[in-house]
């Protein structure tokens, strides 16, 4: 028996479909990109560390609303709009904080990854016991932010410590910079590998509909 169109529009696999593969992959790329600026920013001169990392931020979180506005009617569509919305406020609050210390941005990092990978943690559970294509790379992501949160939850009373005794080093803003890039990249990755992985699916799609040639 044939599917119909709107049965295919109400499969669990449709909820957990990103937008085009085009602008998949632009986003992916774009949060590579934003990931290798990650890594120079012990070599910003003239602005605060934390402006250099709320436009990063901001760039990256409104690809991603870009991107789940355009899938908003799915599951995926819906978590990518609230983990942009929740980057861009993130960068937003960089950007007008005026904080020129280490210790405010990694503490609000912290709170910030934490909140992303619980809502990626969510969508990639179910994506997966939906049997959804590239669940893997929702919970991948998820497990890293998570991860990268709870690094800095852990660190963050040594750190504190260091910062009152030596100031802000070099290292310190090197070693923030290593985080912040692993959590672009991770989630760059995987939508360069879901935006390739879909245009092959719609390729076979489109293949399978289209009539037999004699």
């Not at 942009?84 to 406020?89: D, K, M, S």
């Not at 750190?159 to 070099?170: D, P, S, V």
């Not at 290593?178 to 799609?205: D, K, N, P, T, Y």
Request: hydrophobic content about 55%; charged content about 10%; proline content about 3%.
């Amino acid at each position: 028996m044939s599917t119909t169109a709107s049965e295919a529009a109400e499969s669990p696999h449709t909820q957990f479909a990103a937008s085009s593969w085009g602008w998949t992959l632009a986003c992916g790329a774009l949060k590579i990109a934003i990931a290798v600026s990650a890594l120079g920013l012990p070599l910003v001169a003239g602005r605060p560390v934390a402006e250099s990392v709320g436009w990063m931020l901001l760039a990256g979180g409104a690809a991603e609303f870009a991107l789940g506005w355009g899938a908003h009617r799915t599951m995926l569509g819906k978590v990518t709009l609230g983990s942009g919305l929740l980057t861009i406020l993130a960068g937003i609050l960089f950007i007008n904080s005026g904080w020129h210390g280490l210790f405010p941005l990694t503490t609000v990092s912290m709170i910030w990854l934490l909140l992303r990978g619980m809502i990626s943690l969510d969508v990639g559970l179910q994506a997966r016991a939906a049997y959804a294509p590239d669940w893997f790379w929702l919970l991948l992501r998820s497990i890293t932010d998570l991860a990268l949160g709870l690094t800095l939850l852990l660190g963050l009373p040594m750190a504190m410590i260091a910062i009152l005794l030596f100031g802000e080093t070099r290292e310190m803003v090197s070693n923030f910079g290593v985080l912040l890039a692993i959590s672009f990249a991770v989630a760059g990755v995987g939508l360069v590998a879901m935006a390739f992985a879909q245009r092959r699916r719609e390729e076979s799609a489109a293949l399978a509909e289209a009539p037999a040639t004699a």
